[in-house]
C-alpha cells in the first residue's frame, strides 16, 4: 500500500510541475509581440503568390526562425505557366517555402510535431491585378503566421528541449491550390521520417466576435482533436465549435491527404475583409490571438514533450506492412491483426477503394488497378483501432 501511494504522490507532483511549467511558458505569450509579428508581414505591400516580395518575406522569415535558434532552410521551386481562376495571363518564377527545425532529445529519430500556415496572400475584390499591388493579408494570413513566430519566440525565451522535435513551417501559395504545401509533402515524402507525429494548422485566426474558435477536424486523428478540446477548456477562454466545414480549404488538407493526422485551427467568425486590400492590422482581435497561441503552444508542447507517451509502435507496424502491383493485380502483406479497413488514395486524398475487415492479401485482375496509369503514387490506409497507418507506393 506504501508503495501505492508513493507512486500516486510521485504521479501527482510529476503532474503539478508538468502543469507549472507549461504555465510559465503560456504567461510569455505576449499581444505586443503579436501584433508586431502581423504588422511587419503586412508592411510588405503584398504576399501575392506571384509577386516579387514573396522571396524577400520568405527570407525575413527565415532570418526570425534562425534568431529563435532554429534550423531554417529555404524549400525553393520552380512553378512553369501556372493559370488559375481569374489570372489572365499565366506565371512562371520560383516561390518559397520557410522550413524551420528545433531538434528534440529521442534517441536519433526524425521524429517531429509540425505547425504549419500560409504566408502568401490575395486580394480579389475588383481584379486579379489587386493581388499584385495591394495585399495586406492580415487576417488571411498574417495572423497564422504571427503565432506561429510567436510561439517560436516563447520556445526560445524558455529554451524547450522537448523529447521530439518541433517543426514549424510556412508555406507559399496556398491560395493558389496550396503550390507550396504540395511541394513539400511531394518532396519531404521521398526521405519519409520514421514517425511524424502529426500537423497542426492556423489559417485566419484574427477575427473574433464570439470568442469561438473552429476545430476544423480529419477523420481518425481523434487523439489530436481530444487534446485540443481539452487544451481549450484547460488553458484558454475559447469556446470549441468541433467541425468539419473546411477541412479540404487550406494546407492541412494536404498533409491528412499524405497520411500525416492532422487538425486546423481557423475563427469561428471569418472577416469580411479578407481577400480584399481591406485586410489590414486594424480589424484584428489581438487578445483573442493569444488564446489562440495558447492553444497551439499547449498543443505542441504536450505532443512534442510527450505528456501523453506517444508510441512508436505504429512505425514498426508501417515498416512491416508491403504493398506493390504486378499487372493489374495489387498485393499486400503483413496487416496488422486489428486491421479494420484499408483504403487506397490519390496523393490528393481522393479514395479509390476501400474495404472493411479485409480478408485477402492479394486482388487479381483488380478493377481498383484498371484505370490507374502507372507510375501513379497512391496511398494505402491501413486503419486499426488506436491509429491510421500510412503506406506510399508506386502503381
Same mark, same amino acid.
Given at each position: 500500500m506504501k508503495?501505492?501511494?508513493?507512486?500516486? &504522490?510521485?504521479?501527482f507532483l510529476c503532474a503539478t510541475?508538468?502543469?507549472?511549467?507549461?504555465?510559465?511558458?503560456? /504567461?510569455?505569450?505576449?499581444?505586443?509581440?503579436i501584433q508586431y509579428n502581423v504588422e511587419s508581414l503586412q508592411s510588405f505591400p503584398t504576399r501575392f503568390t506571384f509577386s516579387p516580395y514573396c522571396r524577400e518575406v520568405a527570407f525575413y522569415l527565415k532570418d526570425r526562425m534562425q534568431n529563435y535558434g532554429f534550423e531554417v532552410e529555404i524549400d525553393s521551386f520552380y512553378v512553369e505557366n501556372f493559370i488559375w481562376g481569374d489570372m489572365e495571363e499565366s506565371c512562371s518564377m520560383y516561390l518559397y517555402n520557410v522550413l524551420a527545425f528545433l531538434p528534440g532529445y529521442h534517441d536519433g529519430r526524425d521524429t517531429s510535431f509540425f505547425l504549419g500556415a500560409h504566408y502568401d496572400d490575395r486580394s480579389v475584390s475588383y481584379s486579379l491585378d489587386d493581388s499584385f499591388v495591394l495585399a495586406p493579408?492580415?487576417?488571411?494570413?498574417?495572423?497564422?503566421?504571427? &503565432?506561429?513566430?510567436?510561439?517560436?519566440?516563447? +520556445?526560445?525565451? $524558455?529554451?524547450?528541449?522537448?523529447?521530439?522535435?518541433?517543426?514549424i513551417e510556412f508555406y507559399?501559395? $496556398?491560395?493558389? &491550390?496550396?503550390?507550396?504545401?504540395?511541394?513539400?509533402?511531394?518532396? +519531404?515524402?521521398?526521405t519519409y521520417p520514421t514517425h511524424p507525429l502529426g500537423m497542426l494548422n492556423l489559417d485566419m485566426v484574427g477575427n473574433n466576435s464570439s470568442d469561438s474558435i473552429h476545430l476544423e477536424y480529419y477523420d481518425f486523428c481523434e487523439w489530436l482533436t481530444n487534446l485540443a478540446l481539452e487544451n481549450i477548456t484547460t488553458y484558454t477562454n475559447l469556446h470549441a465549435n468541433l467541425d468539419q466545414e473546411y477541412i479540404e480549404r487550406s494546407d492541412s488538407w494536404i498533409f491528412y491527404s499524405w497520411g500525416l493526422d492532422a487538425l486546423f485551427l481557423t475563427e469561428n467568425d471569418f472577416s469580411p475583409y479578407y481577400h480584399t486590400p481591406q485586410d489590414s492590422s486594424i480589424y484584428l482581435d489581438y487578445e483573442y490571438m493569444i488564446e489562440v497561441t495558447k492553444l497551439a503552444t499547449s498543443i505542441a508542447?504536450?505532443?512534442?514533450?510527450?505528456?501523453?507517451?506517444?508510441?512508436?509502435?505504429?512505425a514498426i507496424l508501417e515498416n512491416a506492412i508491403k504493398v506493390y502491383t504486378q499487372e493489374n493485380t495489387l498485393y499486400i502483406?503483413?496487416?496488422p491483426n486489428q486491421t479494420q479497413e484499408i483504403r487506397l488514395m490519390n496523393v490528393l486524398g481522393k479514395t479509390l477503394y476501400q474495404e472493411k475487415y479485409p480478408r485477402t492479401s492479394h486482388y487479381s485482375n483488380? /478493377?481498383?488497378?484498371?484505370?490507374?496509369?502507372?507510375?501513379?503514387?497512391l496511398l494505402l490506409q491501413v486503419v486499426t483501432p488506436e491509429k491510421v497507418l500510412t503506406k506510399k507506393f508506386v502503381r
Open positions: 508503495r501505492i501511494l508513493s507512486f500516486l &504522490c510521485l504521479t510541475i508538468y502543469a507549472q511549467d507549461l504555465d510559465r511558458v503560456l /504567461q510569455q505569450i505576449s499581444k505586443d509581440s493579408g492580415a487576417d488571411d494570413n498574417a495572423s497564422g503566421v504571427a &503565432c506561429l513566430l510567436e510561439i517560436a519566440r516563447v +520556445w526560445s525565451k $524558455e529554451n524547450i528541449r522537448s523529447k521530439y522535435g518541433l517543426r507559399s501559395g $496556398e491560395e493558389l &491550390c496550396f503550390l507550396g504545401s504540395s511541394h513539400r509533402l511531394d518532396s +519531404w515524402s521521398r508542447y504536450d505532443v512534442a514533450t510527450d505528456k501523453n507517451n506517444v508510441s512508436l509502435d505504429e502483406d503483413n496487416l483488380s /478493377q481498383i488497378l484498371k484505370n490507374i496509369p502507372k507510375n501513379s503514387i
